[in-house]
């Protein structure tokens, strides 16, 4: 088993940008494929942005152009760069596997709010 964890949330205004951090806690090699979730009060969590283990990047359309998936294999560490934030962003983000995913760690909140 994998345990992530999750940091780098906060409360934010619209417009503002967040990075939020995912630790492992072992290597995950390269041939994961991983990515980051979100999931809203009252909605099911839904996968924003994946990276390959070649580096190859998709995201959800809400997303495009705002957010940015990167991974440091070497340090067990993935990111996600989050830009323009609107209020639509708010929720809890986890990391995970992409497709099986291994046990959900605790989150970081994000709150885009005037």
């Known amino acids: 088993q994998v345990q992530f964890v999750e940091s780098g949330g906060g409360l934010v205004q619209p417009g503002g940008s967040l990075r939020l951090s995912c630790v492992a806690s072992?290597?995950?090699?390269?041939?994961?494929?991983m990515g980051w979730y979100r999931q809203a009060p009252g909605k099911q969590r839904e996968l924003v942005a994946r990276?390959?283990?070649?580096?190859?990047?998709d995201y959800v359309d809400s997303v495009k152009g705002r957010f940015t998936i990167s991974r440091d294999d070497a340090k067990n560490v993935m990111y996600l760069s989050m830009n323009s934030l609107k209020a639509e962003d708010t929720a809890v983000y986890y990391c995970?596997?992409?497709?099986?995913?291994?046990?959900w760690g605790q989150g970081t909140q994000v709150t885009v709010s005037s």
């Open positions: 072992r290597s995950l090699t390269s041939s994961y494929a």
């Open positions: 990276i390959t283990a070649g580096g190859g990047t």
């Open positions: 995970n596997r992409d497709g099986i995913v291994f046990s």
